[in-house]
């Protein structure tokens, strides 16, 4: 079956462009997550959607960024007027049942957007 | 203080070699437990959970202590294919029902012939 899909696989901006990054979740997960891996680092936890709803944002670095999960299926993760910091790779990850424990909240992940804003 | 730390590394060992990965976890709320496995320009993979009993697959063995709030991972006779990076990862969940993983920054393995 399908895995978790990211379109664009990598995305070049110039400082000020505004960008838009999209996860295809697999097909039936309700919960959809976020992160953002610096390099060197691990991923850091952004955003989090039940179905179309967005439960939690506290990770979003500033009201630059902004995510959405209109139809609780796709997600796009937007960011407004890019700056050198934002460069990183953007992974998407999908959960069958976030709420669940066990399998049921295993989160498989996306190959990732590796942004660079020059 | 980082929520969950990691062995800096990268770790240098010979194949067949043992080699162990420690972390700590500094919310003691926390309630599941996980290694990551991350290839070079790949995303993160679930490797293993990790029980308080401890758990093994294979070469692979994970501990969990609560009270220390400390979590390893032991790979025996290790192969050039576990050259990675091995994310130590932690589960929260909220009072809301949903949960969040944290991860540490991870320790790079190098196995060489």
């Known amino acids: 079956g399908a895995g978790v899909s990211q379109s664009p696989r990598y995305k070049v901006a110039k400082r000020g462009q505004d960008v838009a990054l999209r996860c295809d979740p697999i097909?039936?997960?309700?919960?959809l997550f976020w992160y953002q891996q610096a390099l060197g680092q691990g991923p850091e936890f952004l955003t989090y959607f039940q179905n179309e709803a967005q439960l939690d944002k506290s990770g979003l670095p500033s009201d630059r960024f902004f995510a959405e999960r209109p139809e609780g299926s796709v997600s796009t993760l937007k960011i407004q007027r890019t700056q050198q910091e934002d460069s990183a790779v953007y992974l998407c990850a999908s959960s069958l049942d976030g709420t669940a424990r066990g399998s049921l909240e295993t989160q498989y992940f996306g190959p990732g957007t590796r942004l660079l804003v020059l | 203080r980082k929520e969950v730390e990691q062995d800096p590394g990268p770790f240098n060992v010979p194949e067949g070699a043992t080699v162990a990965f420690n972390c700590t976890y500094s919310n003691s709320a926390s309630q599941s437990f996980f290694w990551y496995r991350q290839d070079c320009r790949k995303e993160p993979k679930l490797l293993m959970s990790?029980?308080?009993s401890g758990n093994e697959d294979g070469r692979f063995t994970a501990q969990l202590n609560r009270a220390s709030q400390y979590i390893s991972l032991l790979i025996r006779d290790s192969k050039l294919s576990d050259s990675a990076t091995y994310l130590c990862?932690?589960?929260?969940?909220?009072?809301?029902?949903?949960?969040?993983?944290?991860f540490g920054k991870g320790t790079m393995l190098l196995v060489s012939p």
């Open positions: 097909s039936g997960h309700v919960s």
């Open positions: 990862v932690v589960n929260m969940r909220w009072n809301s029902g949903y949960s969040t993983l944290t």
């Open positions: 990790v029980y308080s």
